[in-house]
């Protein structure tokens, strides 16, 4: 089976460019989570989903960031404008019902800001 | 006070070697614990649960001391393959996991 699946893998733009990061969770699974790794403050949970509705978006840095999710298989992070300091890893991970203990992370997108 | 913190390391071991080490969490009504297993430039991966009487698994030991508020991860036998960086994660509420900075592994040849 394919597991989560982001795209794309490394974007490289410059600042106040806007920038679409986009997730597609496994199949049947109900909870859908966005982090952000960086070395000063490691993984940080951005915002989560369950069955396509945003329940806690409390990590997200400022209003320049939003995420949607308009179904159960396509998620997407924006930030608009970008700057140097959004420069990270993102990553999607997705879990299934029930079992939220385990969450099944995608590859990631490494982001850089000019 | 960071809710998960880790020694980040990096612990040296040759192959063969045990290695351990613990991450300390900050919220007492924490109810669920993990190691999660990140190699270089690569996703999180979870590597096991921890609960409450202790488990291992194959070479991994973990274990959880509530009245501390700590969590262990021994790895016996260490392989080459062992090296890595090793997340404490612990879950305070619902489904939002706090993942510690991480330990980093190294195992020699």
């Known amino acids: 089976d394919a597991g989560v699946i982001q795209s794309p893998r490394h974007e490289v733009t410059e600042m106040g460019q806007e920038v679409t990061l986009r997730c597609k969770p496994i199949s049947g699974h109900d909870y859908l989570f966005w982090y952000r790794q960086t070395m000063m403050r490691g993984l940080e949970l951005l915002i989560y989903f369950n069955n396509n509705v945003p329940i806690d978006d409390s990590g997200m840095p400022e209003d320049r960031f939003s995420a949607k999710m308009p179904n159960a298989s396509f998620s997407t992070l924006k930030i608009q404008p970008s700057e140097p300091r959004d420069s990270a890893v993102y990553f999607c991970?997705?879990?299934?019902?029930?079992?939220?203990?385990?969450?099944?992370f995608g590859p990631g997108t490494r982001l850089t800001v000019l | 006070r960071k809710e998960v913190e880790q020694d980040p390391g990096p612990f040296n071991v040759p192959e063969g070697a045990t290695v351990a080490f613990n991450c300390t969490y900050s919220?007492?009504?924490?109810?669920?614990f993990f190691w999660y297993r990140q190699d270089c430039r690569k996703e999180p991966k979870l590597l096991m649960s921890?609960?409450?009487s202790g488990n291992e698994d194959g070479r991994f030991t973990a274990q959880l001391n509530r009245a501390s508020q700590y969590i262990s991860l021994l790895i016996r036998d260490s392989k080459l393959s062992d090296s890595a960086t090793y997340l404490c994660v612990v879950n305070p509420n619902d489904y939002k996991l706090s993942f510690g900075a991480g330990t980093t592994v190294t195992v020699r040849a």
């Open positions: 921890v609960y409450s």
């Open positions: 919220n007492s009504a924490s109810q669920s």
């Open positions: 991970a997705s879990s299934p019902p029930y079992t939220y203990n385990e969450q099944f």
